[in-house]
Structures are given as structure tokens and as C-alpha cells.
């Protein structure tokens, strides 16, 4: 494996558009796996990616949902 394939926390963290805190959380509850090289901790791309695309659902859905639930017209 090479660090192409991988992503530091930060590079993570700014994909992801989360905190590096929010970052630990997710893969301290087993939403991501990290990948420890020495001491730096890693990130598979495509895990990223794939994590980045089912934060980015369930955040359409809160932001529909709050839309919803605030337009007294329904």
C-alpha cells in the first residue's frame, strides 16, 4: 500500500468536511478504519470517499427534513 492510496487525518478531515475531532469520533465507533503507519494515522481514499458520500446523504435528508417541519404551509 502507498500513500497515494491514503490520506493523513487532516486531508481526511477536509474531505469529509468534518472537524479532525469529528474525524476521531467516526473512526472511534467504527464508521472508518484508520490505517496506523508508525505514529500518523491514515485514511483509505476509497473509504473516504464512500464516507463522504453517506454523510453527505443523511445531510440532505436533516437539511429536508428541518425544511419540511418548518413550512407551516403543509
Not at 454523510?55 to 407551516?72: A, H, K, M, P
Request: hydrophobic share 35%; aromatic share 10%.
Amino acid at each position: 500500500m502507498t500513500l497515494d492510496n491514503l490520506y493523513t487525518s487532516a486531508e481526511a478531515a477536509r474531505e469529509l468536511a468534518v472537524t479532525r475531532q469529528r474525524l476521531y469520533r467516526l473512526y472511534s465507533t467504527g464508521r472508518i478504519a484508520p490505517i496506523w503507519k508508525g505514529e500518523r494515522v491514515y485514511f483509505l481514499k476509497t473509504s473516504v470517499h464512500k464516507l463522504r458520500v453517506e454523510l453527505d446523504n443523511s445531510r440532505y435528508r436533516q437539511t429536508v427534513l428541518e425544511e419540511i417541519e418548518g413550512d407551516d404551509s403543509l
